[in-house]
Nanobody
Framework: QVQLVESGGGLVQPGGSLRLSCAAS????????MSWYRQAPGEQRELVAV????????NYADSVKGRFTISRDNSKNTVYLQMNNLNPEDTAVYYC????????????????WGQGTQVTVSS
């Protein structure tokens, strides 16, 4: 079973920075796309940033453009989210998402989610 393990969340003051990591493991043939989503209390889960693992192309939610950067290390099947100039509106549980082609099913890609990591921005 493919697993996504996130790390790097925590409490930070407004204006501060955090770096989230998400490592994919298991019977992976190829990781195609990796994304970060977030969900604040009482809100729907929203897409924050996405990266095409092969090409490296990225896209961001308007609310984080210029502050957040998504990157990947293909050799480790890991994606990062560098978050700068954080504000209280960024407080949420951040989830990693991956579209993966597995060894047992080369013609299909499956979606996986991490368990989530809490980011709290508060003074």
């Amino acid at each position: 079973q493919v697993q996504l393990v996130e790390s790097g969340g925590g409490l930070v003051q407004p204006g501060g920075s955090l770096r989230l990591s998400c490592a994919a493991s298991g019977p992976i043939f190829r990781v195609n796309v990796m994304s970060w989503y977030r969900q604040a209390p009482g809100e729907q889960r929203e897409l924050v940033a996405v990266i095409a693992v092969g090409a490296g192309s990225t896209n961001y939610a308007d609310s984080v453009k210029g502050r957040f950067t998504i990157s990947r290390d293909n050799s480790k099947n890991t994606v990062y989210l560098q978050m700068n100039n954080l504000n209280p509106e960024d407080t949420a549980v951040y989830y990693c998402n991956a579209l993966v082609t597995t060894i047992s099913s080369l013609s299909t890609q499956y979606q996986y989610w991490g368990q989530g990591t809490q980011v709290t921005v508060s003074s």
